[in-house]
């Protein structure tokens, strides 16, 4: 027991100021995406928005899910689903886009 | 009597379990993936239906949706951090604050869709159908996608709600004693419970030659601001899951609600 419980406090238990830091942010970024789509971008906006949305999902998954203080066979399994979901979009588009 | 007593710890791999989950969450995203897939395709296709259908839904109301799910989010960060200072009440309102926030959600939803229904729009509705393709395809993703991710909040709610209940008063562990063997050496005796000072606190009955077996099942309740490991593991992996949740409404968010 003593040995799993060492290993569950590897790191020092997070603040909660850190937490509030990044729910702060989040609200930002929401507020931002939702003032750029009201601005026209034209094309580029879906671009504008799916790099806001990646950012945020970032910011959660580093702190608010604990990625940040994880071994890194946490990483590299997100490495994996980032590397699969490329390929898969970009496969299909390289068809669908020049069909 | 120790010799002959064996003590029953079940064994508990918590670095598994996370790494289980994570597993867990990326067949979520790869879940996910495929249906935002089908939507960029299509969207590709036809661009101007997509905005014209996307005009019809309610910005307002995805936006405060969004902050419902994010502030969820915090709380529930929150809950966890608190199990970890071994703030117990803390970690109790938190995780009650997360849970209404999702019922927030879904009545949020419930609403949107109502309206939605009321101006008859839903998958196969005749008045659908007469729109262009690419409106047809849109309120199919909308409807699809959104009501995926809601039965996952919903999922999530009653995950955080077993929680919650575990921790507010669920004995936390149980070690078990079982004598078997041996017994005779104790036949004719008493068992009795002493605490620190010799003082009988239990005392049970004599045991003779038909006791076979002798089960002791020891229960230890968390006392105020005391954690066990399991509690804030089990926590940590439901917190997962609602955060991952929230991650695909980010997405879910400006591909439906921002895109007039």
New interface residues.
Partial sequence: MSDHEHEEHAHEPVGYGLYFLTWFSLLVLTAITVAAAGMHFGNMSVVVALLIALVKASIVLWLFMHLKYEETIFHRLMWVVIFAMVVFIGMTFTDTLFR | MSNHSIAL?AH?D??GSK?GI??FL?TE??LF??M??LY??Y???YPQDFHHAAAELN?LVG?VN??IL??S??T???SI?AT??GNRKLALIMLAITVLCGAGFMVNKYFEWGAKFHHHIYPGSEYLLAHPKGEVLFFGLYFTMTGIHGIHVLVGMVLLTVMFIRILGQPNSKVAFVAGHGLGEIEGCRMAFVDASDRVVWKGDEVDGSVQRIDVKTKFWPVKQRFK?AD??QL?NS??YW??V??IW??L???FY???
């Fill in positions: 710890t508990k918590y670095r790494l994570w597993l990326i995203i790869t993936g495929g935002f897939l960029s395709i969207r590709s296709e910005t936006t969004t902050l994010l502030t989010s915090l529930m960060a929150l951090a970890h200072h490991v804030f593991n940590e917190g997962l955060h991952i929230d991650i980010i997405f968010f400006p591909l921002l895109i007039t």
